[in-house]
C-alpha cells in the first residue's frame, strides 16, 4: 500500500472510529500460520454443494422451516449427514461463559437504541462498501430483494440481541446454524456466475477471513462507535458485548484461533482487514441505493436530506460521497448538535427533553419497523438456502 493510500486509509479508520490508537498491526494469520483468507468451512460446502448439485435444496428447507428455538428438537426429513453435522453445531462452545452471555443480552437491552441505529445505518450501509461483501450479496440471490436481504440481516441482530438469545427459548444459534448453510451454498453457486467472476477478487467467496471483517464492521465498530458517543458502559459490559459476538462468529464456522480474545486486539485487527479495504464498487452504490430507498416505503418522519446526513454521520463524509448522498447542510446542523444531545438525555445526564429529542425517537421506531417486515415484526428469521443466483447471474 502506498504512503498516500495509507494515510487515506487512516484518515478514514479514525472518522470510523475503527483505526487502532496504537497503530498495532495484528498477528492475522494464527499461531500455525494459517491466513483466514484461505479457510473456509469444508464439511458444510461440501454437504451443501452436494445438496445444491442433487437438487435436495428445496426439500432440506421444508424441513427446516418449522426449527426455530434453541432448545428445539431437529426436524426428520433431513439427509444423514446434514442432520449430523446440526447435532454437532447446534451447541454452544465449551468455553462459552453463560453469565457473560446473559450480561450482554442486559447490555443489548439497555442500549438498544443506539446498537439499531449503529448495525442498521451504520454496519449496514458500510457493508455496501466492503467490495467483496457488497460483490456477493449483490450477485448471490438475496441481492435481487434488497427489502426481504434486509429484514432478513436486520433479525438476524435482533435474534442475537434479544435476551434468551443462547437459551433454549432463544433463536440465535438456529438462525447461525442456518446462516452457516447459507454460506456453503452460496460458496458454491457464486462462483458459477460470469458476472461475480468478473469483479470478483477471489475464487470463493465468505472465506473465514471475510466473515472477519463482516463481524469487525458490526461488533467492532459498534463498540468504538459507543466510545466515541460517551456512552457508558462497565468494563464489564464491555467484555459481556465481545463475548457475544466471540460466540457468534464460532458459530458462523470461524475458526477459534482466528477470533480476538480482546476490544484492543479486534481494533487493532479491524484496522489492518477492514478500514483498508472499505472502496466503493457499482455493486455496492446499487445496494446502497436500494437500501436507502427502501425508506421512500414509511413516513419516518424525516426528510431524505436527513437520512443520508446521518449515513454521512455515522460514517464519515468520504463514505457518502463515495455513495453520491446529496448534501443537506441543515440537517447536518440539526445532527450533529442534536444527536450528542439525545443521548445524553436518555442516559440521565440532561434534565429536560432537548430540542429534537422526539425527532429522533421518531426516526428511529419508524426504522425499526421498516426493517422488521414492513411493520409486522417477525417470530423468527425467515432463512432458506438457495438455489441460484441472482437472477440473470
Known amino acids: 500500500m502506498s504512503n ?28 500455525a500460520g494459517t491466513d483466514p483468507w484461505w479457510v473456509w468451512d469444508d464439511e458444510v460446502d461440501t454437504l451443501m454443494a452436494g445438496l445444491v448439485d442433487s437438487g ?7 424441513a427446516l422451516r418449522p426449527w426455530v428455538n434453541n432448545g428445539d428438537p431437529l426436524p426428520g426429513g433431513l439427509p444423514d449427514g446434514l442432520a449430523a453435522h446440526l447435532r454437532r453445531a447446534n451447541r454452544l462452545p465449551s468455553w462459552a461463559d453463560p453469565a457473560k452471555l446473559r450480561r450482554a443480552a442486559d447490555f443489548n437491552r439497555r442500549k438498544d437504541t443506539y446498537l439499531f441505529l449503529l448495525y442498521g445505518l451504520g454496519s449496514g450501509i458500510m457493508s455496501t462498501v466492503i467490495p467483496r461483501e457488497a460483490r456477493s450479496v449483490y450477485w448471490s440471490a438475496g441481492g435481487a430483494n434488497m427489502q426481504d436481504r434486509a429484514a432478513k440481516t436486520f433479525t438476524f441482530g435482533y435474534d442475537l440481541s434479544e435476551l434468551g438469545a443462547f437459551e433454549p427459548s432463544g433463536q440465535f444459534v438456529v438462525t447461525a446454524n442456518k446462516t452457516r448453510l447459507v454460506h456453503g451454498a452460496v460458496r458454491h453457486l457464486l462462483p458459477r456466475s460470469p458476472h461475480w467472476r468478473a469483479a470478483a477478487d477471489e475464487q470463493v467467496p465468505i472465506s473465514n477471513g471475510d466473515i472477519l471483517v463482516t463481524f469487525h464492521s458490526l461488533g467492532t465498530f459498534v463498540h468504538r462507535k459507543l466510545l466515541e458517543w460517551h456512552v457508558p458502559m462497565s468494563a464489564a459490559d ?7 459476538w466471540q460466540v ?10 482466528f477470533i480476538p480474545q480482546t476490544w484492543a486486539e479486534a481494533d487493532a485487527q479491524s484496522a489492518h482487514v477492514l478500514t483498508p479495504l472499505l472502496a466503493p464498487t457499482a455493486e455496492g452504490k446499487e445496494l446502497a441505493a436500494d437500501l436507502l430507498g427502501l425508506t421512500a416505503q ?16 455515522v460514517l464519515s463524509d468520504a463514505v457518502g460521497d463515495w455513495l453520491g448522498l446529496p448534501r443537506d447542510y441543515a440537517a447536518a446542523v440539526l445532527i450533529r448538535t442534536g444527536w450528542p444531545a439525545y443521548i445524553a438525555f436518555r442516559e440521565g445526564l ?5 430540542a429534537g429529542f422526539y425527532l429522533f425517537d421518531q426516526f428511529l421506531r419508524a426504522l425499526a419497523m ?15 438456502i438457495p438455489t441460484g443466483n441472482r437472477p440473470g447471474a
Not at 421498516?370 to 432458506?384: A, D, H, M, V
Open 370 to 384: 421498516l426493517f422488521l417486515n414492513k411493520g409486522t415484526s417477525p417470530t423468527s428469521t425467515p432463512i432458506t
Open 298 to 313: 414509511i413516513d419516518l418522519g424525516v426528510t431524505r436530506g436527513f437520512l443520508n446526513e446521518f449515513v454521512r454521520y
Open 248 to 257: 457468534a462468529i464460532h458459530l458462523l464456522g470461524v475458526r477459534d484461533e
Open 56 to 62: 435436495g435444496v428445496p426439500a432440506v428447507n421444508t
Open 238 to 244: 464491555e467484555e459481556a458485548f465481545l463475548h457475544q
Open 4 to 31: 498516500l493510500s495509507r494515510r487515506n486509509a487512516l484518515s478514514l479508520g479514525v472518522a470510523l472510529g475503527l483505526a487502532s490508537v496504537a497503530g498495532a498491526v495484528p498477528a492475522w494469520a494464527s499461531a
Open 350 to 354: 440532561l434534565p429536560i427533553a432537548p
